[in-house]
């Protein structure tokens, strides 16, 4: 800070100057309000506070993951407890809404299905502890996606069965960084290994049925297949909030049929069906297969 620092900083074009030692979340809120994230002040801008540090947190367990370094677990810790003080608020329409302006895919699947966990075990009633691990298997839930080579994860269009086949690892490779790291609760291995996992034994990775999967990870399940449906892709319209219940509901024995009437009250009782309206278009019926 000195004011020799601060003219060279002027002359390179410095919209902001913070002293070194500002703590990370007053820099987070910084770039968030010179983003245009952050307004002035007002009941969304706690919440948007939230957002922006659960998406640098999410920034950095990606860059972990991917580079085979240890997941920064504080960053993780952090991420859940915004989202749940999100979910909290009740405002999972603000948080839906930021969300889309995410412009990368993996960060917006990630916000989108941890924000919609939170709100679903806060609707059933969990206490904190099952709230943060519920959350914190959601924050992980695609992590092995970090270790998939980006010309497949991100290629547009439909992956041939080879491509499909690698992509399908991600559960067996997020779990077993997870295992190898070790300190993350049972809870979380189990979703992270089993979210694509159906209730009638047609999921992978192991094709285990109804009698292996908990209450836990089938919640996971359906707001992951949820997300992926009302998520816009480049090779996919986005569904309505109703159309992709719909489409839940159309997979039959393959889903906990008593949870997902409860995720409906999450989904379509909010102007979340308002949001869904202005972005409906005509659904793909491989939709759900797509579910990722
Ligand atoms: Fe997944
Ligand atoms: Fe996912």
């Not at 060279?8 to 809120?29: F, H, R, Y």
């Not at 991420?79 to 809404?97: C, F, M, P, Q, Y």
């Not at 547009?156 to 993350?184: K, N, S, W, Y």
């Amino acid at each position: 800070m000195s004011p020799r620092s601060q003219m060279q900083a002027n002359a390179l074009g410095a919209q902001a100057i913070l002293p070194a030692e500002t703590p990370p979340s007053a820099l987070l809120d910084k770039v968030g309000a010179m983003l245009g994230l952050l307004r002035d002040s007002g009941p969304e801008t706690v919440l948007q506070r939230r957002f922006v540090r659960a998406s640098a947190a999410f920034a950095g367990l990606l860059e972990a993951a991917g580079s085979d370094g240890p997941l920064p677990v504080q960053a993780i810790n952090d991420s859940v407890e915004a989202i749940n003080r999100a979910a909290d608020d009740g405002n999972l329409d603000t948080w839906l809404d930021m969300v889309w302006q995410h412009d990368d895919a993996t960060y917006q699947h990630c916000l989108l299905v941890s924000g919609l966990v939170a709100a679903f075990a806060r609707k059933l009633g969990f206490g904190e502890s099952d709230r943060q691990l519920m959350t914190t298997a959601a924050v992980l839930h695609d992590v092995g996606k970090a270790r998939i080579p980006l010309d497949i994860l991100r290629k547009p269009g439909r992956l041939t069965p080879a491509e499909r086949a690698v992509i399908c690892q991600h559960p067996q490779i997020g779990h077993d960084m997870l295992v190898a790291q070790g300190g993350f609760a049972p809870a979380v291995l189990a979703a992270v290994l089993s979210h694509h996992e159906m209730l009638d034994g047609s999921g992978y990775p192991h094709g285990i049925g109804a009698d292996r999967i908990p209450d836990p990870v089938r919640m996971i399940t359906i707001c992951d297949i949820y997300a992926a449906l009302i998520e816009r892709r480049s090779y996919k319209a986005p569904m309505s909030p109703e159309e992709a219940f719909a489409t839940l509901i159309g997979m039959g024995d393959k889903l906990d049929r008593d949870l997902l009437r409860a995720f409906g009250n999450v989904v379509l009782n909010s102007s979340v069906a308002r949001l869904g309206k202005m972005m409906a278009r005509p659904a793909a019926s491989a939709a759900a297969e797509d579910a990722a």
